[in-house]
């Protein structure tokens, strides 16, 4: 079993859709939860960080976290063709280590 | 922030040859790490590297297939020798600034 479970998707919704994108983990350790988006040819760049269990929100984005059930998620409100990329989980047991990846999750926003 | 930039951006090399990947970053950083990415896969820590010590790698990678220097606190190289074409991925290089890790634009490897 993996540490950390990732839908490959791909996931497609029409423009405007919120889109719910999941990750789990087996390791109660960590602590540090990430999201990246990566398009295509580019490196991830860095979307959602949160310590902890708990909401954060910037902007279209919201990631929750729910450490009891070992749980990550990340929304996108009114989610447009541009937000096309591949959506990474990560996490880490201590702030600024090594990170653990899911497998990505592939996204299409149709106009 | 940080702005990373990798060199070669990618490459096309034969099977047997070695290839240097090099990281340079904008602002002096202790902490760096190697990625790899495989075709269709997520990303997979190579190994840590900081500054004024030997590098430390993860299960399944060593030191004599992915060399690894780090002359400085903006600067870092990644070989990968003796090439087979099992190691055509992307290879990102990584930073921490303030707790938060960010990714290079990696290096595209194709290996016939």
């Known amino acids: 079993q993996k540490e950390v479970e990732q839908d490959p998707g791909p996931l497609s919704v029409p423009e405007g859709a919120i889109v719910s994108l999941n990750c789990t983990y087996s390791?109660?350790?960590?602590?540090?939860f990430m999201w990246y988006r990566q398009y295509s040819r580019k490196g991830p760049e860095l979307l959602m960080y949160?310590?902890?269990?708990g909401n954060k929100e910037d902007g279209r984005f919201t990631a929750q976290v729910d450490k009891s059930s070992k749980y990550i998620s990340l929304f996108i409100r009114d989610s447009q063709p541009s937000d096309s990329a591949t959506y990474l989980c990560?996490?880490?047991?201590?702030?600024?280590?090594?990170?653990?990846f899911g497998a990505g999750t592939i996204l299409r926003v149709k106009s | 922030s940080a702005v990373i930039s990798q060199k070669p951006s990618r490459d096309i090399c034969q099977r047997g040859t070695s290839l240097t990947i090099q990281c340079q970053v904008d602002?002096?950083?202790?902490?760096m790490f190697w990625y790899r990415q495989q075709p269709g896969q997520s990303l997979t820590l190579i190994a840590t590297a900081n500054q004024g010590s030997e590098a430390t790698y993860e299960s399944g990678f060593v030191i004599d297939k992915f060399p690894i220097s780090r002359p400085n606190l903006t600067f870092s190289t990644l070989t990968v020798s003796n090439m087979s074409p099992e190691d055509s991925s992307i290879y990102l290089c990584?930073?921490?600034?303030?707790?938060?890790?960010?990714f290079g634009p990696g290096t595209r490897l194709t290996v016939l």
């Open positions: 949160t310590y902890s269990s």
């Open positions: 390791n109660s350790a960590f602590q540090y």
């Open positions: 990560a996490m880490s047991a201590w702030t600024g280590n090594k990170l653990v």
């Open positions: 990584s930073v921490v600034v303030a707790d938060t890790q960010y």
């Open positions: 602002s002096q950083v202790t902490m």
